[in-house]
């Protein structure tokens, strides 16, 4: 007997046919004599529906009160869920963050988790109950409710796992498993049977949204056997086969030598890019630029700056699309009040493809490949950025699935070709 914690997404809980279904799951695995803990997220569309409900109050919605709206997407499905296990007959209960409580900070919309007491959960788990806790949602000291960002429900249900010492963290979703790229993007993909841990953090940070990053982070600092699989298969398949289908989060290092020097291609639509032209090339010119950004609480991601010419150079950097609006606003009146006569441009239609594998650590020509890769397909590239395990590219967005195509080609990701 071991302690599970299933996470259901969007999709998996999509109807309440589809909730009766994972019912069914959760049910066999309880039978099986594991004691679970079920985290789902809102029925599918539901978060989207809702955050579109504020956009028509007004543009720019107040963070506390967006979460207090977009938590509500959870708090429906828990309690659907819990009457399907009733329904079968098995004691359930649910709980919102607050009731647990998963204790966050204050930074709504983006909250990170701080402590998950584990003592209510554990006494009804003691008296034989399933578990239901909202995923997404959390409470910050002052008993404000907060969320953690879109797609955190994988992170509250990997730091749910790891709080209660689960055995593994199965997260079902609407794909069975992870793959070598986006499989509705490129149909070719491959799924992976495992996948370092080291690379799934750059998957997930690069934009493969199967997996919200800090879910990753969470898998990592406990060590949080994870698992990603499909919740659209029979639900009373067999135990065994369901417990090694999908994709394992491995940490160990690869031993596998015949491995693929690139392990996936993973993109982000949702960049924009920022350029102040004519800064003053001085020390402490970086500093005034992005200190401001930072300050808003937006994420600054790839930066150049280049060669200066007669003393004055130019600054490029890039923040997530939906914060786009707000970073220019920052930049507008700081390069006004204190570097003068720089002006700055825009591009909100970029978007960022990237190669990831830890083989490419002993392998040269990585990059060069990909740049001759997207030179024959004329897409031209903005910005570049590289560590030892990835190497991501900024390009203009309307080439983004043909770059994504062609360098999952190009790395021999594409099934059939046996990398
Ligand atoms: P859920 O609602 O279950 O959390 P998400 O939509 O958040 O599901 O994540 C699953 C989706 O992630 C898949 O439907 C797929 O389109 C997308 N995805 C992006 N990159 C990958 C990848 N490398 N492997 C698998 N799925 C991916
Ligand atoms: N319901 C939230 C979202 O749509 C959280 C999640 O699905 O993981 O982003
Ligand atoms: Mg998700």
Known sequence: MALIVHKYGGTSMGSTERIKNVAKR?????????????????????????????????PQPDP????????????????????????????????????VPIRTDSSFTKARIQSIDDQRVRRDLEAGRVVIITGFQGVDGDGHISTLGRGGSDTSAVAVAAALKAKECLIYTDVDG?????????????????VTFEEMLEMASLGSK???????????????????????????MSLEEEA?????ISFEE???????????????????????????????IAYQ??????????????????????????????????????????????VREHIGAARIMGDAKVSKVSVVGVGMRSHVGIASQMFRTLAEENVNIQMISTSEIKISVLIDEKYMELAVRALHKAFGLDAGQGA
Not at 29 to 53: C, F, I, K, Y
Not at 210 to 236: C, H, K
Not at 254 to 273: H, L, S, V
């Open 64 to 99: 506390r009160e967006l979460d207090m709206l977009a938590s509500t997407g959870e708090q429906v499905s828990v309690a659907l869920l819990a009457m399907a296990l009733h329904a079968l007959g098995k004691e359930a209960v649910s709980y919102a963050g607050w009731q």
């Open 178 to 194: 992870v793959y070598t790229t986006d499989p509705r993007v490129v149909s070719e993909a491959r799924r992976l049977k495992t």
């Open 26 to 58: 959760v049910a066999k695995w309880h039978d099986a004599g594991h004691q679970m803990v079920v985290v789902p997220s809102a029925m599918s569309g539901e978060t989207n529906r809702l955050l579109g409900l504020a956009k028509e109050i007004m």
């Open 289 to 334: 630029i992005l200190g401001p950004v930072a300050d808003a609480n937006i994420e600054v991601d790839m930066i150049i700056q280049n060669q200066s010419m007669e003393g004055k150079t130019d600054f490029t950097f890039t923040v997530p699309r939906g914060e786009y609006q707000k970073a220019m606003e920052v930049l507008d009146k700081s």
């Open 254 to 284: 690869d031993t596998n030598m015949e491995q693929a020097t690139i392990t996936g291609i993973a993109f982000n639509r949702d960049e924009a890019k920022i350029t102040v032209i004519g800064v003053p090339d001085r020390p402490g």
């Open 210 to 236: 199967v997996l919200q990053i800090r879910s990753v982070e969470f898998a990592g600092n406990y060590r949080m056997p994870t698992r990603v699989l499909s919740s659209l298969t029979d639900p009373l």
């Open 244 to 248: 090694q289908s999908g994709t394992l």
